[in-house]
């Protein structure tokens, strides 16, 4: 019964999608890690998906994982701040690449997505256990 | 036999449910860059199915009379075709959530209309055996 692979599917979506709000929360959780030098500052890490390609060719569903994380590589904002505890011999501080309005967009999509990922999971519950129930 | 029982709404409920997976895989698919939404063509699908069982050319043969008669899967490369976006997404993906979404919805639907079919279908056969 490939309605279970259903169940399957969209459990992989709601997986890539925890694993996206999870970035966001680390993200947002950094925006205020300051440092003294470019290396150890926090960069915005941000999931990239994949299909998940069945071994066999004649799979027309799929699911989707996580590929990898990967760290922005947009500069850094640096801020000359003397008086900081962080600050480098130069007077300036290293502030993370995280841009706020971009995390919070990204965040609603995510949950968006997840819940979408549930209603397919409900519906298909319910053909199941209607598929189940047939001729009672 | 069970052919000749629920007809048609045998064929039409695996589709249906190929059908679900398609589109739950579009769904959880949606911001994967790249991915290209797909639907499986309904029409064609049910025809290719009907017309599968309705030719006796394509029947396996069978060497004995105590060999059972072979029923392959559904073969999906015909009817399985890529969803044209309406408007086109910087990273390649061709799911729009709303699209897939009320599809997914229009397809559980008939789903449950399939099931619905083929449990009046049984009942109709209860009733018969009973002599009611």
């Known amino acids: 019964m490939s309605l279970f692979k259903v169940l399957d599917i969209s459990a992989t979506g709601m997986h890539a999608q925890t694993v996206r709000l999870n ?4 993200n947002m959780a950094n925006v205020d890690s300051v440092s003294s030098n470019a290396e150890d500052t926090y960069r915005s890490k941000q999931p990239v998906f994949q299909t998940i390609l069945e071994d066999s060719i004649n799979q027309p569903a799929s699911g989707v994982r996580v590929k990898e994380i990967v760290e922005n590589q947009a500069p850094l904002k640096m801020e000359y701040n003397p008086n900081h505890p962080m600050a480098n011999d130069e007077g300036y501080i290293y502030r993370p690449n995280v841009n706020i309005v971009e995390e919070m967009a990204n965040m609603m999509s995510a949950s968006r997505s997840y819940e979408t990922n549930i209603e397919v999971m409900n519906t298909s519950k319910q053909l199941l256990l209607r598929t189940i129930q047939l001729g009672q | 036999m069970a052919d000749s029982i629920f007809g048609i709404h045998e064929k039409a409920l695996q589709i249906r449910t190929l059908r679900g997976e398609v589109l ?5 698919n949606a911001d994967t860059p790249n991915f290209k939404a797909r639907d499986v063509d309904f029409r064609q699908a049910l025809q290719q199915e009907s017309d599968r069982f309705s030719s006796q050319s394509l029947q396996m043969s069978k060497t004995s009379g105590q ?3 072979g029923e392959s899967l559904l073969s999906t490369s015909d009817f399985l075709k890529y969803r044209m976006p309406t408007q ?5 993906n061709t799911v729009e959530e709303h699209v897939e979404k009320a599809q997914f919805m229009e397809n559980a639907m008939q789903h449950q209309a399939t099931l619905e079919f083929i449990n ?4 109709g056969i209860r009733g018969a055996l009973k002599g009611e």
């Open chain 1, 23 to 26: 970035t966001v929360a680390s």
């Open chain 2, 24 to 28: 739950a895989s579009n769904l959880a």
């Open chain 2, 67 to 69: 060999h059972l008669g």
């Open chain 2, 88 to 92: 086109p997404s910087l990273d390649g």
């Open chain 2, 120 to 123: 009046s279908k049984i009942s």
